[in-house]
């Protein structure tokens, strides 16, 4: 039986080199050509973020032009010559912002808003709030100026290049394009990028009872009581899941049948999927159409030490003429998300510029609870006061509590009884 340390690096091992700007081959490979794509600054700008993940750089990004691009004045002012300090000197027309202004006459200050280009001549600012009238508009209308005794050259002034000189990378080749650089980008005049695309994953929901999507509201509500079909919240579920890593996703629901299962794959693969997501047919069933469909091609099902999401299954798998990496999970859908922010989501959230581990704290427990020792149990929780409370039962089928709680509790492998006041690893997933 594996630990969940060994069955996570082997899933990141089969994953990792067939994502975009991945090191090995494949359709998904950064060695190829069809893994890049040419995106605009401000597309990036509305479609990215950590909401769902970041686009990845796939090319360097020379600065065109310094950053700034010129020296410019910090704040609302006088440009001067720092020469000119302690002397009372006369005010010219002012400098607003995306002016060229003329060179300052010997002599003479001019009013200058923050932003705006030093003129040539001028080598300091002081601030508007240090002269009599203290404040502009009404600092414009001043015929003279008197400049601070202890003014130096430089002063409040933005030297050209004081951020990045021209010809510097921007952004490098493997960098997720945040905010921040998306901004500096669109500040240097960039509009465009070359980007990885997203990751493709097939979501593959397995079993002859799945709810047709198509199913009207009170048809499928018949259905769901009658007891003979089920909603497929596996692929709803693990589909926004990876979506929210910067993965673009397709779905489809095969019966079991391992003919039909493998047609269907066959079809659904093609030439697009990165990856493909399994859930369901790899436990000891007699219907188990995953295990009986792929294991001949490449899959290995094992066992994790882990409760929910004990079976598991991952390999290279000729589907469509190719060899493509399969993760498969467990049926139970409370099974399903947590074998996916245990094995698979920390990979993913890398390639997307976003953390590999959620953000994770210590706290004491609020309630007692029993696990098996053998197991590494992963339960649903939320904080109240500072300690953390169980919400549902271990169950992996409570999808509904799961919907409810904003972290999972870590309860360690050799621990068959929590009391209340024992510490617990719990990481937020809100």
């Not at 069809?34 to 686009?55: F, H, I, K, N, Q």
């Not at 493909?276 to 001949?296: D, F, H, K, M, N």
């Not at 399903?336 to 581990?357: D, I, K, Q, W, Y």
Request: aromatic residues 4%.
């Amino acid at each position: 039986m594996r630990t969940i340390g060994q069955h996570r690096e082997a899933v990141q091992a089969l994953v990792e080199p067939v994502l975009p700007g991945g090191h090995g081959a494949g359709p998904g490979s950064g060695s190829g050509s069809a893994s890049v794509e040419t995106v605009s600054v401000v597309d990036l700008a509305v479609a990215s973020g950590a909401g769902r993940g970041y686009r990845v750089l796939a090319t360097a990004v020379p600065a065109p032009t310094p950053l700034p691009a010129f020296d410019n004045s910090q704040m609302d002012g006088f440009a001067v010559r720092a020469a000119d300090a302690g002397t009372t000197l006369r005010v010219v027309a002012p400098i607003p912002a995306g002016l060229v202004p003329p060179p300052l006459e010997p002599g003479t200050a001019a009013p200058i808003m923050t932003g705006a280009r030093i003129p040539d001549g001028a080598d300091a600012v002081f601030p508007v709030e240090s002269t009599p009238a203290g404040s502009f508009p009404a600092a414009l209308d001043t015929e003279s100026v008197p400049v601070p005794d202890d003014l130096v050259a430089g002063t409040f002034v933005r030297v050209a290049g004081s951020d990045l000189r021209a010809g510097a990378a921007i952004a490098r080749a493997g960098q997720p394009l945040t905010p921040a650089v998306l901004g500096a980008l669109a500040g240097a005049g960039v509009t465009t990028v070359e980007v990885f695309r997203r990751p493709r994953v097939l979501v593959v929901s397995t079993g002859s009872e799945l709810l047709d999507d198509d199913a009207a509201g009170v048809r499928a509500a018949v259905d769901l009581r009658a007891g003979a079909v089920i909603g497929d919240a596996n692929g709803v579920a693990l589909s926004a899941a990876l979506s929210e890593v910067g993965v673009e996703t397709r779905r489809v629901r095969v019966p079991d049948d391992p003919e039909r299962f493998v047609d269907a794959l066959n079809r659904a693969v093609g030439e697009w999927a990165d990856l493909v997501l399994t859930t369901g047919g790899i436990s000891a069933g007699a219907y188990e159409v995953v295990r009986q469909a792929l294991e001949p091609r490449g899959l290995e099902v094992t066992a994790v030490a882990m409760q929910p999401g004990g079976p598991q299954a991952l390999g290279s798998v000729t589907i469509a003429s190719r060899s493509v990496p399969v993760v498969a999970f467990p049926g139970n859908p409370v099974s399903a998300l947590v074998s996916f922010e245990v094995f698979l989501r920390p990979v993913l959230a890398r390639a997307a510029g976003l953390p590999g581990t959620r953000p994770s704290a210590d706290v004491p427990s609020a309630d007692s609870a029993t696990s098996p020792a053998g197991k590494h149990q992963v339960r649903r929780g939320t904080i109240v006061d500072g300690r953390v409370q169980f919400v549902g039962g271990p169950s992996s089928h409570l999808l509904w509590h799961y919907a409810e709680a904003t972290h999972l509790v870590h309860v360690p492998v050799g621990t068959s009884q929590v009391d209340a006041g024992d510490v617990l690893t719990v990481w937020s997933i809100r």
